[in-house]
């Protein structure tokens, strides 16, 4: 006597899923949604787990169970479009979706006799431009757009401010999904600065040359960053390339110092840098002939990472 095998039902529910996430992609992009919907569904994970699991337990084992897996499908994909169209508020569920609209906001602080600054810039994702202001009353002064919320702190005491900015987004940051975040931030010419500059998921340019720096840290991200130094001063930057890269264009008459901890990225030194200890794309220290007796010089530490490191020689 033979048994036969219960036949088990098609699997509907992934399918429709995938189907569910192309509508979603398709709506944000025509505008009918919020342009970066996915911390909003991430906030309503315990019902997508929810839903997930009745797949699991009714879905693979008939005919009927395979329907009951396309209904939940549908039912899960079209109770997202409705959120999120509709937006209705639910506090029970920490959803919130003013968060995932692009927002644009001035930024600015006075310069009130500023002499030093600690310039903390923690970005996103998207594309970033520090530069100098010329002839302006602030310390500070731009514009930033950005999906989340954003913390800008300027604390000023005895001549020295502490500033901050910082976007973040509430639950899980889809940093791939926010490519319209912009920040144009200008900084005073005249104090001297220490610069922390944090650049998340996203890449961009770091115009230092008309800026008298103390010190800083500049930790790349998955974009690449180019990074121009100024010609004057004597000071040490530390440096992570993250997987984006960094670029380095440094003035001529500036002498450098470049301390390597290799990465898989490599680094590309300029004409002017000679290997004085360690091996040419491993760890290894560089300098520029004048190093030692220079009035004007930057040490840079750098971490490769796995993007490259690229010191070219600028103006």
Known sequence: MTTSTPRRGPELFWPIILIGAGVIFLLANLGLIPSNPWPI????WPVILIVIGLDILFGRRSLLGGLVGAALGVALIAGLIFLLIAQPNL??????FGNAQLQTRHLEAP???IEAANITLDYGSG??????LSDSDKLIDGEVSYYGDLTFDVNASNNRANVRIDSHMSGVFFGFMTPDERWDIGLNTQPTYALDLNYGSGGGDADLSQLKISDGRIDGGSGHVNVRLPATGRFTLTADGGSGGLTFRVPGKMALRVEYERGSGGINPSSRLHLVRGEFNRDGVYETENFGSASNAI???VNGGSGSINIVDGE
């Open 41 to 44: 569904i991430w906030n309503l």
């Open 91 to 96: 506090p029970g569920l920490n959803v919130g």
């Open 127 to 132: 594309d970033y431009r520090l530069y100098a």
């Open 111 to 113: 310069l009130a006799g």
């Open 299 to 301: 040490t840079l530490i």
